[in-house]
């Protein structure tokens, strides 16, 4: 019985057909939620916004700020709550092609409030 469990169990050519889908360059070890971050970070979208941080940053800017905050809460929507087939996402979830987002919803999460934190204005008797 145990055999059989493991048979059924173990990775299927539906979850080959995911993989190959979503990941098409994946070499088989599973992805961990540093793997995910990283695949994440790659992406256009987040480095366009790591330089638009960091010109807000810069520049102290609050409408640049809260612009690359709303930036960030778009990729991580994007990213995370908006798949075309979600039982697509579960089936790569499960053969291990596709890791947890939760470092990079963290990450993001994170340099959202230290933007808003560092452009936000200063109070009168600091302006001087």
Do not use: K
Not at 75 to 100: I, K, M, P, Q, Y
Not at 101 to 114: H, N, Q, T
Request: charged share 10%; hydrophobic share 55%.
């Amino acid at each position: 019985r145990l055999i059989l469990a493991a048979a059924l169990l173990g990775p299927t050519p539906a979850f080959a057909d995911a993989c190959a889908q979503l990941r098409p360059n994946w070499d088989g070890t599973a992805v961990t939620a540093w793997g995910e971050l990283i695949h994440l970070a790659q992406t256009p979208i987040v480095l366009v916004l790591i330089i638009g941080t960091s010109l807000a940053l810069r520049f102290r800017s609050e409408w640049g700020g809260l612009a690359v905050v709303v930036g960030w809460s778009l990729a991580t929507f994007l990213f995370v709550g908006w798949v075309g087939d979600t039982d697509l996402r579960a089936e790569a979830v499960a053969a291990g092609c596709v890791g947890s987002p939760a470092l990079f919803i963290a990450v993001a999460a994170a340099i959202s409030v230290g933007v808003v934190l560092y452009t936000a204005p200063l109070p009168m008797r600091d302006r001087s």
